[in-house]
C-alpha cells in the first residue's frame, strides 16, 4: 500500500512563503508524474504544478513566477515552493501521484494540507 503524506501547510499574510513537502511510503517501482492540486472552499480541485520523473513542469498560470514545483527522485519526495502568497492561494493542497507501486499501479493522493492566506 502507497501512501503520500503533506506537511508544511498553515497560515501566513499575504507576501510571505511557504514550503510544502510531499513524502511517500511503500514499495515504489517507478512514478511518473507527481503533483500539487489545491481546492479552495466552495471550489473544484484544480491543478497547481506537476513535475515528470525527468523534471519538466507544469504550472497553472496563476502561480507562475510564485510557486516553484520540485522533486527528490531518490527519495519519491515532491515539493511545492510557494512565495508572494495571496489571499486567493488559500485552499487545501493535495498531493498526487502516478506510477506503479507495489501491490498495483494508477494515482494516489494524499490527506491534503490547508493553507491560509490572509490579507
Known amino acids: 500500500q502507497v501512501q503520500l503524506v503533506e506537511s508544511g501547510g498553515g497560515d501566513v499574510q499575504a507576501g510571505g512563503s511557504l514550503r510544502l513537502s510531499c513524502t511517500t511510503s511503500?514499495?515504489?517501482?517507478?512514478?511518473?508524474?507527481m503533483g500539487w492540486y489545491r481546492q479552495a472552499l466552495g471550489k473544484q480541485r484544480e491543478l497547481v504544478a506537476v513535475?515528470?520523473?525527468?523534471?519538466?513542469?507544469n504550472y497553472e498560470d496563476s502561480v507562475k513566477g510564485r510557486f516553484t514545483i520540485s522533486r527528490d527522485n531518490a527519495k519519491n519526495t515532491v515539493y511545492l515552493q510557494m512565495n508572494s502568497l495571496k489571499p486567493e492561494d488559500t485552499a487545501v493542497y493535495y498531493c498526487n501521484m502516478r506510477g506503479y507501486w507495489y501491490p498495483g499501479s494508477g494515482e494516489v493522493w494524499g490527506q491534503g494540507t490547508l493553507v491560509t492566506v490572509s490579507s
Open positions: 511503500g514499495t515504489i517501482f517507478s512514478i511518473n508524474l
Open positions: 513535475i515528470t520523473s525527468g523534471g519538466t513542469t
